[in-house]
């Protein structure tokens, strides 16, 4: 993944030297366009792409609405030395901080759903695939229960029983603080692989995995496709799926990282200015449900899903002032002369320009807009076709504000 064009880092650069370092960077030798919107420079351009920089392979785990590898790598390049410390308020399944140790810098994140520890943690300290065998033989997997909830509808029984066994297995561990780093692992995996539409699943075919469907409209599902379970083995498809993950060399046995369960707005855990790089991407206003998306896990992680309060912002006000309050604490935890890459989506066809509203969040403190960097995952056509018109259209291109930390 390398963007050597980007190598020339220095703490102290002003904001206008690191705007003319992306305004001269191109990947694909097109120029890059850059529009004047009130005061603040759009710079338009294929800055980086999931074809030509392959990811590496540990990312591979479904989250609603992650992003590629590719962008936190290329705020990393850009804007860090190794060994600084990075950092994602919203981390979900963990791709900036575990990108951030995969380049050699301190890894910090932080999301209100406990889920996302859960699925970045043990990333961080990948164990080696034979200990995973290991403890896969050592797992009774005929210990497992028909639970309350009717889970029939997406599993075989004798799946059901392999997966309740492990459930059963993992929570007492945790009980008794047991669980080690294979543990770990082996939970994100069988978090990963609950359901999903392949047989590399444990269900039956279901909607893609990060959006667990109600036990009615799997009902629904399987009487319109007249399928019924089919038997998948629990163990087996937890060591395939860990040899894909670990199929690229992993650059640390055990990264020093910095995680939590916690609402972006408060994390009093991470030091004042020890932060020298956020790369995030918040909830946009109701594009996702992450509770109804996360029931599943949830059982199987044994943690209540109604205990975890995910923002919601429908009206455009409300969520800045989410986004005011969240800027405050990135503030603090941010070094002198640290970058905030604040990823925003197309959110109801375009109509609401999310980039403005974070650069409204932002006045007042002590942040400077450095500029708005539009990614368009295809830059073909001239440049002229990245007009204001036209930006807004694509589902591929990602809209991220840079503030620099005064
Ligand atoms: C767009 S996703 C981020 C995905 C992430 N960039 C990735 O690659 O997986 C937004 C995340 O914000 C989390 N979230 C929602 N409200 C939050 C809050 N108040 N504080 C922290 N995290 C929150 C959600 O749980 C979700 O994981």
């Not at 279901?206 to 599902?221: G, Y």
């Not at 009487?223 to 498809?237: C, K, L, M, Y």
């Not at 800045?320 to 405050?328: H, I, N």
């Not at 509203?357 to 708005?372: D, E, H, K, Y």
Request: hydrophobic fraction near 40%; proline fraction near 8%; aromatic fraction near 8%.
């Amino acid at each position: 993944m390398a963007t050597s064009q980007l190598k020339r880092f220095d703490a102290d650069e002003s904001p206008g030297s690191v705007l003319e370092r992306f305004r001269r960077f191109s990947f694909t030798g097109a120029p890059t366009v850059v529009e004047e919107r009130e005061g603040v420079p759009f710079l338009f351009n294929e800055f980086w792409t999931a074809r030509q920089r392959q990811a590496h392979r540990i990312h591979e785990i479904s989250y609603r609405a992650c992003f590629k590898p590719q962008l936190p790598a290329f705020f990393i390049e850009a804007l860090t030395e190794p060994g600084d410390a990075v950092h994602d308020p919203f981390m979900g399944r963990g791709t900036t901080p575990i990108q951030a140790a995969l380049m050699g810098r301190r890894p910090v994140g932080a999301d209100i759903n406990p889920l996302s520890v859960l699925l970045t943690r043990p990333r961080l300290s990948p164990p080696l695939l034979a200990a995973i065998e290991r403890r896969l033989t050592e797992i009774d997997w005929q210990d497992g229960e028909r639970p309350d909830l009717d889970l029939a509808v997406f599993y075989h029984p004798e799946t059901l029983i392999e997966l309740t066994a492990l459930r059963r297995w993992l929570l007492e561990r945790q009980a008794a603080d047991a669980i080690d780093p294979v543990d770990d692992w082996i939970r994100m995996i069988a978090l990963n692989r609950l359901t999903g539409h392949s047989s590399g699943f444990f269900s039956v075919y279901t909607l893609p995995p990060n959006q667990a469907v109600s036990i009615e409209a799997q009902r629904k599902i399987n009487r319109a496709r007249g399928q019924t379970p089919p038997r998948r083995s629990v163990p087996a498809i937890i060591l395939k799926k860990s040899r894909t993950l670990l199929g690229d060399p992993v650059p640390y046995a055990r990264a020093p990282s910095e995680l939590m369960a916690a609402p972006a707005e408060a994390t009093p855990a991470i030091a004042d200015g020890s932060i020298r790089l956020v790369v995030t991407s918040p909830p946009f206003l109701d594009v996702v449900q992450y509770d109804a998306d996360n029931w599943l896990r949830c059982w199987f992680a044994g943690i209540e899903p109604a205990g975890v309060p995910i923002a919601m912002h429908r009206d455009p006000e409300a969520w800045t002032g989410f986004v005011r309050g969240v800027m405050r604490e990135l503030v603090r935890v941010l070094a002198p002369g640290g970058h905030i890459a604040f990823e925003v989506g197309e959110v109801r066809g375009g109509k609401i320009e999310l980039e403005r509203l974070v650069l409204a969040a932002a006045a007042g403190l002590t942040l400077v807009p450095v500029c708005v960097l539009i990614n368009a995952q295809s830059f073909t056509k001239t440049a002229n076709c990245w007009g204001v018109s036209n930006n807004r259209k694509g589902t591929n291109t990602n809209r991220i504000v840079l503030l620099q930390k005064r």
